[in-house]
């Protein structure tokens, strides 16, 4: 068994990854790693036609997902690499390389999160979300009986000490307490896409308090919605409290 411990966070957007990529990077036993298959994901489907930074993210990180994965497989410096994904951006791969890995998926209510994605992309499908990839993600793990960790943004905001020392319990590593608090301002880990979507998180220095959104839901949202909540539903059953 290898001496380290790779975990990857799979996650959908506009959820609190950032966040929770910035907290593993408090601990001196870890290395984060922001988002490594995105340019794979932008090479293999037409997402490049509109994702903010396409052509720089194309530029400038590893294009092939396969290389990636022998990256993610090999040494690192810490005895904990956490790879910060998202969940769609799993197309055209051998997935096998999770086996050997702590998987963790990250959802949030698409109520929620729906009308705070379409700031950056106007017109999101299914495809874009993560809801169908995640419950594909889990049963792929559970065919293989492999542990398969939830969480819900929400209930990391509602109580980030418990939830965490959970999490850490859950994939074997001691809680730090290190992980509930961090400096302002970018990290040098940051992909170059942070300046479209990581203003919130550089201007924080802990986990939000949650707050629910009060403001209407957007009508032609809602077709979407009622596609991403039966995934949801399933998801958040399965999460951590």
């Known amino acids: 068994m290898s001496p380290i411990t790779r975990i990857n966070l799979w996650s959908g957007p ?14 001196s036993d870890t290395t984060v790693y922001d988002e490594p298959l ?16 396409a052509e720089e993210i194309l530029a400038k990180m590893e ?13 690192h410096s810490t005895p904990i690499a956490f ?24 959802t949030r209510d698409p109520m929620e999160m729906l009308p705070s994605y379409v700031q950056q992309i106007e017109k999101p499908t299914l495809k874009d979300v993560g809801y169908a990839a995640h ?4 049963e792929y793990l559970e065919k293989k009986d492999q542990k398969v960790i939830v969480l819900d943004g929400k209930n990391v905001l509602l109580n980030p000490k418990s939830v965490l020392s959970k999490l850490c319990l859950e994939i074997g590593i001691p809680f730090d307490s290190s992980m509930l608090a961090w400096q302002a301002g970018a990290r040098p880990e940051d992909g170059c896409w942070a300046k479209y979507w990581y203003k919130s ?3 924080s220095t802990s986990f939000a308090p949650y707050k629910a959104k009060t403001a209407p839901f957007p009508e032609y949202l809602k077709p979407l919605l009622e596609e991403c909540q039966p995934y949801y539903a399933i998801l958040k059953n399965r999460a951590i409290q």
């Open 63 to 75: 294009n092939d997902g396969n290389k990636v994965i022998q990256m993610m497989e090999g040494n």
């Open 14 to 27: 506009r959820n609190i990854s950032t966040a929770l990529m910035y907290s593993f990077a408090q601990r």
């Open 135 to 138: 419950l594909q993600v889990l």
């Open 201 to 203: 998180v550089h201007q």
């Open 83 to 106: 790879f910060k994904h998202m969940t769609h951006h799993l197309v055209e791969l051998d997935w096998s390389f999770m086996d050997d890995m702590v998987n963790v998926i990250l």
């Open 38 to 53: 995105y340019a794979h994901y932008l090479a293999k489907t037409d997402a490049y036609e509109y994702h903010l930074g």
